[in-house]
T-cell receptor, first 111, second 115 residues
Framework: GQSLEQPSEVTAVEGAIVQINCTYQ??????LSWYQQHDGGAPTFLSY????GLEETGRFSSFLSRSDSYGYLLLQELQMKDSASYFC????????????FGSGTRLQVQP | DTAVSQTPKYLVTQMGNDKSIKCEQN?????MYWYKQDSKKFLKIMFS???????INETVPNRFSPKSPDKAHLNLHINSLELGDSAVYFC??????????????FGEGSRLTVL
């Protein structure tokens, strides 16, 4: 079966840096995406890694190691508005282009 | 200008009823999806259509029937609703060809409550 493992909850303070890990075991792998979802809202895209290494987009960075079946999302200079759930998602099949999501990590940013 | 819009946003209904959710995207994408998010926030793919053709049907009970009249619309009809169908249903779209960017565009969700 397919599995994506992420911590269920992370707590950090404003201004800090937090890393959310994702390990995956899937029958196919083409890339790893990250999504943010605020309570009551829709998932919104943050980043995508198809190759090993670090991708940086403003305060957010995402890393992938295909050999370790592992990735992480790094959030810097945390703000209260970053409190949300964060999901990693794997693209297993480029033909179908549907993502398989992890169970999500709830990030609580405290003052 | 909402990119992916779905209606209704809220649905409260009795067990055994039939209901529909509609979705439209104005992004020019050729692939659309239905995802189900349960109370534990787990997001699971249900269906995917590419240019009106069904390409993914993930072990969903046949009480659920998607319909894509054109590539900008994907509707979901649910027959004989059960308590376990209570969830938030998200419509999403993406470009179905060309360089893949890992990005799905989600609608705001339709929260279904079955009593």
């Amino acid at each position: 079966g397919q599995s994506l493992e992420q911590p269920s909850e992370v707590t950090a303070v404003e201004g800090a840096i937090v890393q959310i890990n994702c390990t995956y075991q899937t029958s196919g792998f083409y890339g790893l995406s990250w999504y943010q979802q605020h309570d009551g809202g829709a998932p919104t895209f943050l980043s995508y890694n198809a190759l090993d290494g670090l991708e940086e987009t403003g305060r957010f960075s995402s890393f992938l190691s295909r050999s370790d079946s592992y990735g992480y999302l790094l959030l810097q200079e945390l703000q209260m508005k970053d409190s949300a759930s964060y999901f990693c998602a794997v693209l297993m099949d480029t033909g179908r282009r549907a993502l398989t999501f992890g169970s999500g990590t709830r990030l609580q940013v405290q003052p | 200008d909402t990119a992916v819009s779905q209606t209704p946003k809220y649905l409260v209904t009795q067990m055994g009823n039939d209901k529909s959710i509609k979705c439209e995207q104005n992004l020019g994408h050729d692939t659309m999806y239905w995802y189900k998010q349960d109370s534990k926030k787990f997001l699971k793919i249900m269906f995917s259509y590419n240019n009106k053709e069904l390409i993914i049907n993930e072990t969903v009970p046949n009480r659920f029937s998607p319909k894509s009249p054109d590539k900008a619309h994907l509707n979901l009809h649910i027959n004989s609703l059960e308590l376990g169908d209570s969830a938030v249903y998200f419509c999403a779209s993406s470009q179905g060809s060309g360089r893949y960017t890992g990005e799905l565009f989600f609608g705001e969700g339709s929260r279904l409550t079955v009593l």
